[in-house]
Structures are given as C-alpha cells and as structure tokens.
C-alpha cells in the first residue's frame, strides 16, 4: 500500500482500482506490473465471502452514505484461483525436495473452506489439456 498511494493521491484518484505488483528477487523491491482503474479479476472472492464492493461503490456514487453493507464473512475462508493454482502446484512439485510431504499439503490445502472460480466438471478435460501443456513445457 505504502508503494502505491502516494500514486493516487498525486493523481486525486478515487474509485476501484486492481493494482498488480511483484517482489524483485534482485533487490527486494516492489516493481508496479500495471494499474488497471476498475475492480479487481479477483473480485469474486469478497463477493463470495459477503462483502460486496461494487454495490458500497454504486452507493458511494449515489451519495447514500446511510446504507449499512452487511456482511457474512467468517475469517478462515480461502479464494481459489483454480487454474493458477494448479500450475502453481505444477511448477512447486517440481522443485519440492519430499513429494510426498508436498502432496499431502497440497490436499490439506484443498480441503480448508474456500471459494473461487471452481471448475465445472464439463471443464475437466480443458484443465487437464492445460495441465498436460504445463506439464510438457517445463519438461521440454
């Protein structure tokens, strides 16, 4: 946040914004990757888990400061993001020194309450076509 507000308020910015910023291994610094002024791709998860953003913004807009957002959010649920996850998991196998102490995190993971975009089964053979090209790349 530190990195990045200092930006907005030069610009007097206000609204949704999705700001995507990685660590330099190099250096240890944040690097701005891009600023996008909307809401976030990962917006499901809050609305998933209660709390929804866009409807305090439209209010915001409206000037209707009196309305109360409320909310079912109960800390301890995950956002799944399920095709980065899987070849997150992908490139991390392949470097985890005991396998089988990384499988069974993986599916203690998989079992701790979450949300996110979950795979329709329809889709199985699309993620596992993608996985087989993960797969295949990063052995080639």
Same mark, same amino acid.
């Given at each position: ?34 600023i ?20 305090? &913004?439209?209010?915001? &807009? ?8 409320t909310?079912?959010?109960? &800390?301890?649920i995950f ?7 899987v ?9 985890a ?21 979950s ?11 993608? &996985? ?9």
């Amino acid at each position: 946040m530190e990195f990045v507000i200092p930006f907005f308020k030069k610009c007097l910015w206000e609204g949704p914004v999705g700001v995507q910023i990685i660590i330099d291994e190099r250096d240890g610094k944040p690097k701005l990757i891009e600023i996008n002024p909307r809401f976030t791709g990962s917006l499901a998860f809050p609305i998933q888990c209660g709390v929804n953003l866009p409807l305090a &913004a439209c209010m915001a &807009a409206l000037n209707k400061h009196d309305f109360e957002i409320t909310s079912n959010y109960n &800390a301890g649920i995950f956002y799944i993001h399920f095709s980065y996850y899987v070849k997150a998991v992908l490139k991390e196998f392949g470097l985890a020194k005991n396998k089988i102490d990384f499988l069974y995190h993986v599916f203690k993971e998989l079992k701790q309450r979450k949300v996110g975009v979950s795979p329709d089964k329809r889709d199985f053979p699309v993620y596992l076509a993608k &996985a087989w090209m993960e797969l295949k790349h990063h052995i080639i």
